[in-house]
């Protein structure tokens, strides 16, 4: 993922030049097409990787986030992140995954949340293992998710699908 992510990012630095650059917006719409979907992929299953490769990713993103807004090495990530308007990979990361529970919680008898829903229940059937090690993202979606289970519209169909749309063309 790094190298990918890497390699994409040199598309970024070769589109940055100080007298004839690209707009900081179009720059901003380049990283978010090309560098951060390597930087999003697999977050719902990718769980066990050492903080090590979490840091490489976001040294990634800040380096990305740098070139866009021509600042310095110096300049703190909040600051960047602010500026562009971006999140934080792992809150990215949570919000994807959160995503991701609540599409397939809202279809009924779903494979991947009878998996997600079987996976939860060893997930809490072993909290021994799980307090020495870091839930994963999908598990703190779900936990959140499920808060919320008795207000979630649940169909065989996707909603699109559930309206009259004769009585909404005239």
């Known amino acids: 993922l790094c190298k990918q992510a890497a390699r994409a990012l040199t598309v970024l630095r070769a589109l940055t030049r100080v007298g004839w650059g690209a707009d900081p917006k179009v720059l901003l719409n380049i990283y978010k097409g090309l560098i951060r979907p390597h930087l999003d992929y697999g977050c719902q299953a990718i769980f066990k990787m050492s903080q090590l490769n979490w840091a490489k990713l976001d040294r990634i993103q800040f380096q990305s986030l740098r070139l866009i807004t021509g600042c310095m090495r110096s300049t703190p990530t909040n600051g960047l992140m602010a500026e562009t308007g971006e999140m934080p990979l792992e809150l990215r990361r949570r919000l994807i995954c959160t ?72």
């Open 99 to 170: 995503k991701f529970v609540l599409k397939h919680l809202i279809r009924n008898g779903d494979l991947v949340t009878t998996t997600l829903l079987k996976f939860y229940q060893t997930y809490n059937e072993e909290p021994t293992y799980w307090r020495r090690h870091k839930a994963p993202p999908v598990m703190e979606g779900l936990d959140m998710a499920l808060q919320f289970n008795d207000k979630i519209t649940k169909s065989n169909n996707y909603a699109c699908y559930n309206h009259n749309f004769q009585s909404q063309v005239k």
